[in-house]
């Protein structure tokens, strides 16, 4: 698996956001993995708030939370010559009770993975 980072500010970050961004990531692909060794592909993953929160277009929005950190990600799940990798298009760090992310992450609604996939920077691969 390799996970990919689109969104710049990542790099950014502190040390400790982009611990938690990628132990994110490595929880979503836990979950993803289990229910593809139940035979349940991806897009066929329906009522699981933890993998797939919210969609917009072909990316999704994962939530996590480490300690008093909430993240919100906006993530495509691609497989590129078989190989399967993660997109990180956007995060958001959430303070308090705002929704104001939606609107941000509406941006990728007409977004392809793939062109997303070729502007982006491979952070891990395991």
């Known amino acids: 698996m390799d996970i990919c980072v689109y969104r710049k500010g990542y790099f950014k970050e502190t040390h400790e956001v982009q ?5 994110a990531i490595v929880d979503l692909y836990g979950r993803i ?35 008093n950190l909430q993240l919100r990600i906006l993530y495509a799940y691609i497989f590129v010559e078989g190989i399967p990798v993660i997109i990180i298009a956007d995060f ?25 996939y070729e502007g982006s920077q491979c952070i891990m691969s395991c």
């Not at 993998?51 to 480490?66: A, L, R």
Request: charged share 30%.
């Open 19 to 23: 611990k938690a961004i990628n132990c």
């Open 92 to 116: 958001v760090i959430k303070k308090k009770n705002n929704k104001n992310y939606i609107r941000q992450f509406e941006t990728a609604r007409n977004w392809n993975p793939y062109m997303v």
């Open 33 to 67: 993995t289990s229910y593809e060794k139940q035979q349940v592909p991806f897009g066929k993953i329906f009522n699981d708030d933890r993998v797939k929160y919210d969609k917009h277009g072909d990316f999704y929005t994962f939530k996590y939370q480490k300690s």
